[in-house]
C-alpha cells in the first residue's frame, strides 16, 4: 500500500490485511503500561487539517508515538495557509521537511487525491483523513474493525447507515468497505439527504427506519452535517429527530445481537437517545479505542511493511 486515500478500490485482502493488523496490535498492547512499539523510530509523520476534529487527528498522533514515529501536528489555522499559501506549496514544504507520511483533512472532495499527485515524486505517502463529502477511509476500517469484534465476520451481515448520507464521507467509506467485506448495506435517509446517483451503489434504499431495524445486525448513526447545508436544513431538527433518530422505542425493535454505531461528533437527543448511546448495545467508545489501532495498522503497512512506499 502506498497511500490510503479512498475505500472505493481498495480489495478485500488489502482491507483484511490492515484489520488483521489492528487486532494484532490492540492484543500486543493490552494490559502493557507502557505501550511503545520501536517500529517507526526515525519515522516522520505530519497530520496536516484543513477541518476541525478530535477523534481522527488525536487518534493519528497517539498511533504515530506508540509505534515511536516523530508527529507534528498542522493546523491550517496555525500555519501559512492563513498567509495564503496553497495546499500544493504547503504540502511540499512537509515533504521537503521530511515528512514520510502527511495525513490531511480538507473541505475539498479529492484533496487527498492530488496531494498524492504532488508528493509522489518526495515519494511521501498520503492518508485521506476526510475529504469534503467524498471519503473518511480510516473511519470505515475502525467501524469495520468493531463490527468484526462484535459480530465476527461481516459477510452477509445487514448494516443499516441512517440519515444526513448525502453529505458524509462516513457514510460513503462505509458503503463499499462493508460491501467488499461481503455485508449488506441499506441506507435509511429522506430523500433530501440521499447523493444523486445512489442507484449506481452497492446498497438498497429505504425511508422507513421502523421497518428495517427488525432485521439488520447493526445500526450505523450519521452525524448531521449542518456545515455543509448552505441551503439549510431539510427536513427540520424535529421532523429529523422523529423520522431518522435512534430512541429507546427504535431501539427495542433491533434483534438482540445488533450494534449501534456512530462515527462521532454526535448529537444526542436529535440523532441518537443519550440512553442508546449509552447502552451496551452501543459500541461508539469501541469505536474510538479501535481507531488508534486501525490507524498504527494503517501507518504499519505504508511505512513499515515491504511494498511501503518509501
Ligand atoms: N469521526 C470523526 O472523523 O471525528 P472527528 O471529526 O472528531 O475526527
Known amino acids: 500500500m502506498k497511500h490510503l ?9 488489502t482491507a483484511t490485511a490492515v484489520l488483521d493488523t489492528a487486532d494484532e496490535l490492540k492484543h500486543t498492547l493490552l494490559g502493557r503500561e507502557v505501550r511503545k512499539l520501536p517500529t517507526l523510530r526515525g519515522r516522520t509523520v505530519i497530520t496536516l487539517f484543513y477541518e476541525n476534529s478530535t477523534r ?15 508527529v507534528i501536528n498542522v493546523s491550517a489555522s496555525s500555519s501559512s495557509v492563513n498567509k495564503g499559501e496553497s495546499l500544493r506549496d504547503t504540502a511540499l514544504t512537509l515533504a521537503a521537511a521530511g515528512a514520510d507520511c502527511v495525513i ?20 511521501t505517502a498520503v492518508v485521506n483523513a476526510g475529504d469534503g463529502t467524498h471519503e473518511h477511509p480510516t473511519q470505515a476500517l475502525l ?69 428495517e431495524l427488525p432485521a439488520v445486525d447493526a445500526v450505523m448513526m450519521l452525524r448531521v452535517q449542518a456545515e ?15 423520522s431518522y433518530g435512534l430512541s429507546e422505542r427504535r431501539q427495542r425493535l433491533l434483534p438482540d445481537h445488533a450494534v449501534v454505531l456512530h462515527p462521532g461528533p454526535m448529537l444526542r ?16 467508545t469501541e469505536q474510538v479505542r479501535n481507531g488508534v489501532h486501525v490507524r498504527m495498522a494503517v501507518l504499519y503497512h505504508l511505512l513499515a511493511s515491504e511494498g511501503a512506499a518509501a
Request: glycine content about 8%; aromatic content about 4%.
Open 5 to 13: 486515500l479512498a475505500t472505493d478500490g481498495l480489495d478485500a485482502d
Open 56 to 70: 481522527t487527528r488525536v487518534s493519528f498522533e497517539i498511533a504515530g508515538k506508540w509505534m515511536s514515529a516523530d
Open 104 to 123: 490531511v483533512r480538507h473541505p475539498a472532495s479529492g484533496a487527498a487525491h492530488r496531494l498524492s499527485g504532488w508528493l509522489a515524486e518526495a515519494g
Open 143 to 211: 467501524d469495520a474493525a468493531t463490527l468484526r469484534e462484535r459480530l465476527g465476520s461481516l459477510k452477509d451481515r445487514r448494516v443499516a447507515i441512517v440519515g444526513d448520507v448525502l453529505h458524509s464521507r462516513v457514510a460513503r467509506s462505509n458503503i463499499h468497505l462493508l460491501s467488499t467485506l461481503g455485508a449488506e448495506v441499506v441506507l435509511v435517509a429522506p430523500p433530501t439527504l440521499l447523493p444523486v446517483g445512489v442507484e449506481t451503489l452497492p446498497v438498497t434504499v429505504s425511508h422507513d427506519l421502523d421497518a
Open 228 to 242: 455543509r447545508m448552505h441551503g439549510g436544513f431539510f427536513p427540520s431538527s424535529r421532523e429529523y429527530s422523529i
Open 269 to 284: 437527543g436529535m440523532e441518537i437517545a443519550s440512553a442508546v448511546a449509552d447502552s451496551p448495545a452501543s459500541a461508539i
